[in-house]
Nanobody
C-alpha cells in the first residue's frame, strides 16, 4: 500500500488549497478514504472521510462548510479542497486507508496558514 500526498503549502487566512493523495497497492475503489491532520503539539484528528462511491461524506465540525473531500476512482486519487482557511487549520495533513485491519498513512503534507 502506498499513499502519496501533495498540494500543501503556505496560504493566507481566507485562502484555499487543494490536497491530493495518490493511492496504489490496493483496490482503491473498494475502500473508504480519509484525511487526518496533526497540528504541532496535538494528536492526529480525523478531518474527513468519503465512501467508496463518493456518495457519502463525513466532516469534523471545525471544517464543515469549508472543506470538501472527493475522489476519482479512475485515477486512484482522493482530494481535499480547503477553503476559507484559518490559522487553526495549520497542520500536517495525512491520507489514510484502513485495509486488512491495518491503518496505512502517507508521508503527510504541511499546510501552514499565516499572513
Amino acid at each position: 500500500v502506498q499513499l502519496v500526498e501533495s498540494g500543501g503549502g503556505l496560504a493566507q487566512p481566507g485562502g484555499s488549497l487543494r490536497l491530493s493523495c495518490a493511492a496504489s497497492g490496493f483496490t482503491f475503489s473498494g475502500k473508504l478514504m480519509s484525511w487526518y491532520r496533526q497540528a504541532p503539539g496535538k494528536g492526529r484528528e480525523l478531518v474527513a472521510t468519503i465512501t467508496t462511491g463518493g456518495d457519502s461524506r463525513y466532516y469534523t465540525d471545525s471544517v464543515k462548510g469549508r472543506f470538501t473531500i472527493s475522489r476519482d476512482n479512475a485515477k486512484n486519487t482522493v482530494y481535499l479542497q480547503m477553503n476559507s482557511l484559518n490559522p487553526e487549520d495549520t497542520a500536517v495533513y495525512y491520507c489514510n486507508v484502513r485495509w486488512m485491519s491495518n491503518d496505512y498513512w502517507g508521508q503527510g503534507t504541511q499546510v501552514t496558514v499565516s499572513s
